[in-house]
């Protein structure tokens, strides 16, 4: 049965940084592509970084780029979300996703299948 459980939420200052993980179990974790996504208050919810836990390939949303990191531990089955230079705008639950497989479909949340609770990040000025 596949589980995904992030953690590393929190309420933080502006201009810190903050790393998530989400813990994977129930399935071969390489070979496959893993997500993060996140939701805002009264916003949808929007694509952040992909990894492919097979090569360690990156997948970033446009607006993503500068201040977040995807990474992975493969022997812990884990990958990670750092978020640099928090800035309110960055409030939100965050969730980490699992798409089964070695094709790449993009950030859109139709195209993955599995979800974490997630975990919430509170960013104060």
């Known amino acids: 049965q596949v589980r995904l459980v992030e953690s590393g939420g929190g309420s933080v200052q502006a201009g810190g940084t903050l790393r998530l993980s989400c813990a994977a179990s129930g399935y071969p974790f390489s070979g496959n592509h893993m997500a993060w996504f996140r939701q805002a208050p009264g916003k949808e919810r929007q694509g952040v970084a992909a990894i492919y836990t097979g090569r360690g390939s990156v997948y970033y949303a446009d607006s993503m780029r500068d201040r977040f990191t995807i990474s992975m531990d493969k022997p812990v089955n884990t990958i990670y979300l750092e978020i640099h230079n928090l800035e309110p705008e960055d409030t939100a639950w965050y969730y980490c996703?699992?798409?089964?497989?070695?094709?790449?479909?993009?950030?859109?949340?139709?195209?993955?299948?599995?979800w974490g609770q997630g975990t919430q990040v509170t960013v104060s000025s």
């Open positions: 996703a699992l798409l089964r497989g070695s094709r790449y479909y993009g950030l859109e949340q139709e195209h993955w299948t599995f």
